[in-house]
């Protein structure tokens, strides 16, 4: 009679310490996968404010600055122009448009410019500004004094706001030698829209009302 082969007590254990090996690596891979993958998620959401944070304070992509004064040093003798651009992305029923498509400055000196937004939709409607000037080297040097961009917009329905912007260029660019020929400056708006609007009051509303250049 053949007989069948046996295994042997020892070949038994090989066989199942191999298999719970097997396992524990395969968990191990798992959880490292796992483990990847949340460090992964988890440094995206840190990388926006963290952009967003590296933008402002170095003028990166063409972000301007935010200043609380006018310049120590006053305007100088050099001009400069710049030319306002308005966009409203999709989704958002909302005409907006700068009075002035260009002016002429000194460097340094402050000064007030406004756009106008219509809410042309029948309803309530939120939206936010977002900002960059262009060349984007110049950035750094776009001071920003008031903007409506700092806040988020609600505007009724067929409502039409004038929106200021008070801003300069700061003379430190005459010593950037990169910057000689630069004769003119952009800067561009596009609009947002809002899916939660938080009610609040208008953070600009009191600068609505024109009163000159600061």
Sequence with gaps: MDHEPTISRDQSRAATKGRSSGLG??????????????LMV???YAAVPFYNWFCRATGFNGTTQVATAAPASGPIARKIAVRFDSNVAPGLPWKFEPEQSEIEVNIGQVVTVFYT???QAARTTAGQAAYNVAPLTVGSYFQKINCFCF??????????????????VDPSIADDHENDGLNTITLSYTFYPVKDPVVKPLASGEADKRKGNL
């Excluded at 690596?25 to 990847?36: K, M, Q």
């Excluded at 409502?159 to 300069?168: A, I």
């Design 25 to 38: 690596r395969d968990v191990l891979v798992a959880s490292i996968c796992g483990g990847v993958v949340a």
């Design 42 to 44: 988890g440094a995206s």
């Design 117 to 119: 937004v219509t809410n």
């Design 151 to 168: 806040t988020e917009q609600t505007m009724a329905p067929g409502e039409k706001r004038e929106m200021p912007v008070v801003f300069y």
